[in-house]
């Protein structure tokens, strides 16, 4: 059995939040199952109803003006600033896990870029308009251009196919009526016939063009909005046009005479229109954030009042997919909020009730400031998203449904449940009770809130409003100590924290008394306990120990403060950070016996602290003194949370551990025995504000500027039990390979030598074949075996043996060996194959040239080396002969002694 291993802490990515969209277009195909938005210079493709990123379409390096999908989901077209048009055709998976996005063809389409797509709804066309004014109709498939419509040089902000019966509108033949409205000729109409293909175009002058694409010309010209077009629609049943501007009106137009049918004033901007119900609704929506509803035959508005939403809900377009009874509104704030269509049974048309969002998915987060875990089972997230709002999204572990698009369905992870509007600044910090029931939320409007969160009721309320400081509040804190009656352990809804400390920029610290019950109004009965002049300069955090008797504030002014929460007195200070302290974290209760260079200190007894000076601090409350200084950070530690002691051999060792994260994008895991860190988890792009601790998985979270969360999942039990794994089968394979060996099973023997990267036991058993004293007849190595394996290698195979053959054929010792072996690889396989080698890795191509320049070197070395000593072969022989030429022979001796001996 191998040695026991070493217990290794890793995390790995389990899941990720991501953003999708950063403002511009969106599309959406006629299943309303693939999303296609904006993120930047690049495209998104997204399961609607999961939530699943399906494909990431990179840019051109510039910012996409305009995109759409296609009905049939067969294409993307992207449009960028760069004046570029690329088109890619999408192959979707058949798990529907991912979308494969071939590009096809990129395009100049024209002088300048294009503003709005449009696409028909056969999937066959689609058109492209300009900021200089200029249409252009292109056929998906073969990528050419179908139409070219001059207009005016005015930019185009709709576009819209639509398809009516042959003779239901012709050209303008004669003089439109007297008192007949502007732009609208009175026409004949044809007989019916084929299908007419229409395009309908909104310019920034308000004037709409409607061609007919079989006859390339202009058969009405409409003139009655005095701003943007930013909607239009067709309705076939209707035979109507209807049209919303930024005139705040919306026209029906008649699409047999092209004389509008009524103008309906809408009071507010309107940026989407279209037709519902086989049109007999039209909706409308804009800079009010509300979507409204209006009887197409009358033009009066079927919706009760609503109230004007916030600037960040205005909506800015509108995407309805009729089958799916699917409206998508895309909001000022990059949040895309999905509508069901009214299913009207009666007529006429009574009053409606408001259309509610069922479901909101939010396209970035921007930056992340704070975030906290909610409920009792933590399947909610709460994030301050540098937004006065304090949004919640859930966790949960169910899988999404693939048929999510339906009130009532369960949410799946990283989609919006809900939002906590109140403040009138940015959130900057959230703090969570013991139960998960109730959060706190301190902002820059200088004011703490108290929120009530039922989460099986799906009620989320406020309950209380600090007020009181001078300046922003950068740091609240509630009490984790489970109450001692068993009423609010059983009910904690009914039962709110005792008390909340907020510390804020005006330098002090309050202790605010919490009423029992909800007060009438917002803000009366909370007051001050007590108000302290805590610190110098800013107050950035704030944390209650476990027992609910002390307290720790860290400021900007080096210190982090120890204070008894009852009276608000100072009971120490800490005092070593370089910088201002920006997180302080007193230790969990069940933390063990904890080792620092000045001695150890129970669990319960520590704090940490993280600073500016890019280091942590573990500090003895005994006697406020600093037991070690952890440095890892390039940058400012932002957050420092203890991590949860675990079952197991890391319970029985007693080994505390903590996350650290820092403006350097980085979370580390330490070891706060060893001072030494565990892991480093690198997931974001920019600064990592905020970090949390599931407390039953020990799963990290972690959120940052790049509108990234991350959760890191605690691996370290399938790491061992990986690695040990790994280590068996290391020794039964060493022992497999020495058994291939004594058997003279070379070629399992090579195999494995290869598979386990022995150089030293392939170079021997190679040695053994090329030096056999009976090799095979008309073997390339010695024996036929070894080159049957040589002619199976893989491509990393062969790359691995071409690696060591290049070391031995730098040693003259055994070069011979590595000569043999190579010439049977080249003999074996042509040089197209040995030079197009799949390598993996960044440096995989350039890796393979290196080595083959290295062989072809050496080799040359070699034959030179060869060359020489047969010259000098030729050198001795012939110095050989001249010898013998000039030396007596032995016949002539012979005879000479012979005559001596006689005489």
């Not at 001050?528 to 120990?545: G, P, Q, Y």
């Not at 291939?740 to 494995?752: F, M, P």
Request: aromatic share 6%; hydrophobic share 40%; glycine share 8%.
């Amino acid at each position: 059995m191998p040695a026991k291993l070493p217990t290794k802490t890793t995390f790995e990515v389990e899941n990720v939040i991501q953003p999708i969209f950063t403002g511009g277009s969106v599309g959406l195909d006629d299943g309303a199952r693939v999303l296609a938005t904006t993120l930047g210079e690049d495209a998104v493709l997204t399961d609607l109803n999961t939530g699943r990123r399906l494909a990431l379409v990179e840019g051109d390096g510039e910012v996409i003006s305009t995109l759409t999908i296609t009905p049939s989901t067969s294409h993307l077209i992207v449009c960028s600033r760069s004046l570029s048009m690329r088109v890619y055709s999408l192959k979707i998976s058949e798990d529907h896990e991912s979308v494969e996005a071939t590009l096809l063809r990129t395009l100049k389409p024209h002088a300048t870029p294009v503003v709005v797509l449009a696409v028909d709804r056969t999937s066959t066309l689609f058109a492209t308009g300009a900021a200089d004014g200029g249409i252009k109709v292109w056929d998906i498939a073969g990528g050419y251009v179908t139409h070219t419509l001059r207009g005016p040089s005015v930019m185009v902000s709709a576009l819209h196919f639509f398809e009516v019966a042959a003779g239901e509108d012709q050209p303008q033949k004669r003089k439109p009526k007297k008192g007949g409205s502007k732009g609208a000729p009175v026409v004949e109409n044809g007989a019916p016939g084929e299908t007419s293909f229409r395009l309908a175009a909104g310019g920034q002058d308000g004037r709409i063009r409607v061609w007919d694409l079989n006859k390339r010309v202009v058969i009405a010209d409409l003139d009655s909005h005095v701003s943007n077009v930013q909607g239009l629609d067709y309705s076939t049943s209707q035979h109507a046009l209807v049209s919303g501007s930024r005139d705040k009106t919306i026209i029906w137009w008649d699409s047999r005479t092209w004389a509008s049918r009524r103008v309906t004033p809408c009071f507010e901007l309107v940026e989407a229109v279209g037709f519902l119900e086989d049109g007999r609704l039209t909706y409308s929506a804009g800079a009010n954030g509300c979507v409204r509803l209006w009887e197409t035959e009358t033009g009066r508005e079927v919706t009760k009042e609503q109230q004007a939403k916030g600037e960040g809900e205005a909506v800015v377009s509108a995407v309805c997919i009729s089958q799916a009874r699917l409206l998508l509104c895309v909001q000022v704030d990059h949040t895309l909020a999905l509508y069901q269509t009214p299913q009207l049974e009666e007529s006429p048309i009574s009053s409606l009730d408001p259309l509610r969002p069922f479901k909101r998915i939010s396209g970035t987060h921007d930056e992340i400031v704070d975030l906290a875990y909610l409920l009792p089972d933590q399947s909610i997230l709460a994030l301050a998203t540098n937004s006065e709002d304090v949004r919640l999204v859930s966790v949960a572990d169910h899988e999404p449904s693939s048929d999510s698009l339906s009130e009532g369905s369960a949410a799946y992870c990283g989609q919006d449940v809900a939002l906590l509007k109140g403040h009138q600044e940015i959130v900057l910090t959230i703090d969570v009770d013991w139960s998960g029931h109730w959060v706190a939320t301190g902002s820059k409007d200088n004011t703490a809130r108290l929120w009530r969160v039922d989460g099986s009721q799906d009620v989320y309320t406020p309950y209380a409003v600090f007020t009181g400081h001078a300046e922003s509040l950068g740091a609240v804190a509630l009490p984790k100590t489970v109450p001692q009656s068993q009423d609010a352990r059983d009910d904690p809804l009914s039962h709110p924290p005792e008390f909340l400390l907020t510390g804020s920029q005006d330098q002090t610290i309050k202790k605010w008394d919490i009423p029992r019950q909800r007060p009438q109004g917002l803000g009366k009965g909370s007051r001050a306990i007590f108000t302290r002049k805590a610190h110098d300069k800013d107050i950035n955090a704030l944390d209650i120990n476990s027992n609910g008797q002390l307290f720790a504030s860290a400021s900007q002014d080096k210190t982090v403060k120890i204070w008894d929460v009852e009276v608000g007195e100072v009971q120490g200070i800490l005092k070593g950070h370089r910088r201002g302290v920006w997180t302080v974290k007193f230790a969990p209760p069940g933390v063990p016996l904890i080792q620092g260079e000045q001695g150890s200190v129970s669990g319960k007894g520590a704090v940490l602290t993280g600073g500016v000076d890019k280091t942590i601090k573990l500090w003895n409350l005994a006697d406020y003194t600093c037991l070690r200084t952890f440095e890892g950070h390039s940058n400012s530690v932002l957050k420092v949370v203890w991590l949860n002691v675990t079952s197991g051999e890391k319970a029985a060792k007693g080994s505390p551990q903590f996350a650290s994260a820092g403006g350097d994008g980085l979370v580390k895991v330490w070891d706060a025995n060893l001072g030494e860190t565990e892991c480093t988890l690198d997931n974001h792009e920019d600064r990592v504000w905020a970090l949390a601790v599931h407390p039953k998985t020990n799963t990290i979270v972690s959120g940052g500027g790049d509108s990234t969360v991350t959760f890191w999942k605690d691996t370290t039990a399938e790491t061992q039990a990986a690695a040990a794994e790994a280590a068996t089968r290391l020794i039964e394979q060493e022992q497999e390979l020495e058994n291939y060996i004594h058997a003279g099973a070379y070629r399992d023997a090579i195999v494995l030598a290869l598979q386990l990267n022995h150089p030293g036991r392939l170079l021997n058993l190679f040695t053994k074949v090329v030096t056999t004293k009976t090799p095979d007849e008309a073997s390339l190595t010695g024996l036929k075996a070894v080159d049957d394996v040589l002619a199976t290698l893989s491509d990393e195979q062969i790359f691995l043996l071409l690696l060591r053959l290049r070391d031995w054929n730098t040693n003259a010792r055994t070069a011979p060996v590595a000569q043999r072996v190579l010439w049977a690889l080249v003999r074996t396989y042509p040089a197209s194959r040995l030079s197009n080698l799949s390598v993996k890795g960044a440096r995989g191509q350039k890796s393979l040239k290196e080595v083959l320049h290295a062989l072809k070197v050496y080799t040359e070395r070699h034959y030179k080396r060869l060359e020489e000593l047969v010259d000098e072969s030729y050198l001795v022989e012939y110095t050989l002969q001249e010898m013998d030429s000039l030396a007596p022979s032995m016949d002539g001796m012979k005879d000479n002694l012979m005559l001596d001996a006689s005489s």
